[in-house]
């Protein structure tokens, strides 16, 4: 069953038992076919140092870990870079663009002379970033940060409706690798207790267990940043001073900007954002017009009380469980979830 509050032991069962289902799974299709799957789930990094290789391809890390491989039997000779999808079943990479993509960042030296330009070597910078990417492999907090921010983001690419998906996937995509080697099963299961507990996913105890990305993971997906850029954000303890410039069309309301202190430590922000958001979507939650005008006077309700001068909390919770009532006895629809979402996230903001 879906937890809509925190509970880090039942966060911590959940998250071993999947990470011991998903083992059991992987370790059967490993058996089946273990070259195809070791190719699928394949190294991205970008951190790799002298070079700059980012995470626009997933091979490139683990392929520079296989040339310096290659060369501790051939330190002065070119290595046909061919080898390397032909070896590993990669049947959609072109060797050309591996290499060129290699060359460009400096990390190897092509040689022009002879047929398709997939014969290369290391240069000395690219030995130095294969050394520095082994070195970064025995960094612990860079390989957990790391599957953080790769699972968030693959959460959010593959169900960024808040669908609940398998988080088992994860580890057959390019960035379940952290500098050329695998993510363990115990990197998993941290990185799933984090991202729940930080309120950046949903997990429910179905069988297979699945988690879902809320509204607040896809926010930090869509920034860009990191999510201990997004966690570390400075917040006010019990002092919050909100100001909505333009306000009009923003939240429900005729003026125009909106400023508000207040230190009863309630923080009005995610009240405001349910209420102008079920304002703005209204129209299109296909409710008749009698059940779409109350709806739109308990947000306006909701509304006036969190940009007053203190917002007392007990009104703001009548208004708002009004409204995720009326939007559960709705008709279903995406905008009537998401408008739900943000109202139980301003809920769940009062109790802590």
């Known amino acids: 069953m879906a937890r809509s509050g925190i509970n880090k032991r039942e966060i911590d069962k959940w998250a071993k038992g999947l990470v011991k289902e998903t083992k059991k799974s992987l370790d059967r299709e490993q058996r089946r076919n273990p070259l195809r799957v070791s190719a699928q789930i394949d190294a991205i990094t970008g951190a790799v140092p002298g070079g700059g290789v980012t995470e626009s391809n997933g091979y490139l890390a683990r392929l520079l870990l ?17 080898a390397f999808p032909e070896e590993l079943r990669l049947e959609d990479e072109d060797p050309v663009i591996l290499a060129l993509q290699l060359d460009q960042h400096g990390l190897v030296e092509l040689l022009r002379a002879m047929g398709p330009r997939t014969h290369v070597r290391l240069t000395d ?8 990417l082994k070195d970064l492999q025995k960094d612990r907090a860079a390989r957990i940060r ?152 308990v947000a306006q309700d909701l509304h006036d009380e969190a940009t007053s001068d203190n917002p007392e909390p007990g009104r703001l919770r009548q208004f708002a469980t009004q409204l995720k009532t009326k939007l559960l006895e709705g008709t279903s629809t995406m905008a009537a979830t998401q408008g739900v979402q943000l109202i139980e996230q301003a809920l769940a903001a009062l109790t802590q």
């Open 66 to 82: 296989w040339l310096d491989g290659c060369a501790q039997d051939n330190p002065s000779g070119y290595i046909n870079v061919a």
């Open 125 to 132: 910078a690219g030995r130095v970033a294969a050394r520095q």
């Open 146 to 297: 790391h599957t953080i921010d790769a699972l968030l983001r693959w959460l959010f690419d593959a169900a960024s409706d808040q669908t609940p998906v398998n988080p088992a996937l994860f580890l057959t995509a390019p960035s379940s690798y952290f500098a050329g080697t695998e993510i363990s099963g115990t990197d998993l299961h941290q990185a799933l207790v984090y991202l729940a507990e930080h309120r950046l996913i949903d997990h429910s105890d179905t069988d297979p267990a699945t988690a879902a990305i809320t509204p607040q993971g896809t926010s930090c997906a869509l920034a860009g940043g990191s999510v201990q850029d997004h966690i570390n954000q400075p917040r006010p303890a019990t002092t919050y001073n909100t100001y909505l410039p333009n306000a009009k069309g923003v939240i429900i309301g005729e003026q125009q900007h909106f400023t508000q202190n207040n230190t009863d430590g309630v923080d009005p922000a995610l009240f405001i954002q349910a209420a102008g958001y079920i304002g703005q979507v209204s129209t299109i939650l296909g409710m008749p017009d009698e059940d779409r005008v109350e709806l739109e006077r």
